[in-house]
């Protein structure tokens, strides 16, 4: 059974800081691509940063120079340093896994956890 599990969402004034962690179990954790993404009621979701099962990165221009991704696979954990917080980034965070090979994928989700930058 494979399970994602996201922790360190909260409160935070703005300018601040979080950091996420998203631990995988039932997976080859280090064979997957990782990636956060946030969802505010009413609008789609949409992906913050991506670190691919080499290490290479990608952001949404809205958080580029503010939020940081990083994997460790030894502990099949994905983080998310947050820092310059803003109001608009207050959304429900769920970190997702996914896997492409050969006409194969497959693709999984945390439950979320919710971050709010309010002061």
């Known amino acids: 059974q494979v399970q994602l599990v996201e922790s360190g969402g909260g409160l935070v004034q703005p300018g601040g800081s979080l950091t996420l962690s998203c631990v995988g179990s039932?997976?080859?954790?280090?064979?997957?691509?990782m990636g956060w993404y946030r969802q505010v009621p009413g609008k789609q979701r949409e992906m913050v940063a991506l670190?691919?099962?080499?290490?290479?990165?990608n952001y949404a221009d809205s958080v580029k120079g503010r939020f940081t991704i990083s994997r460790d696979n030894a502990k099949n954990t994905v983080y998310l340093q947050m820092n310059s917080l803003k109001p608009e980034d207050t959304a429900v965070y769920y970190c997702?896994?996914?896997?492409?090979?050969?006409?194969?994928?497959?693709?999984?989700w945390g439950q979320g956890t919710q971050v709010t930058v309010s002061s």
């Open positions: 997702k896994a996914e896997r492409i090979w050969g006409v194969s994928t497959a693709a999984y």
């Open positions: 039932g997976i080859i954790f280090s064979r997957y691509s």
């Open positions: 670190i691919s099962s080499d290490g290479s990165t």
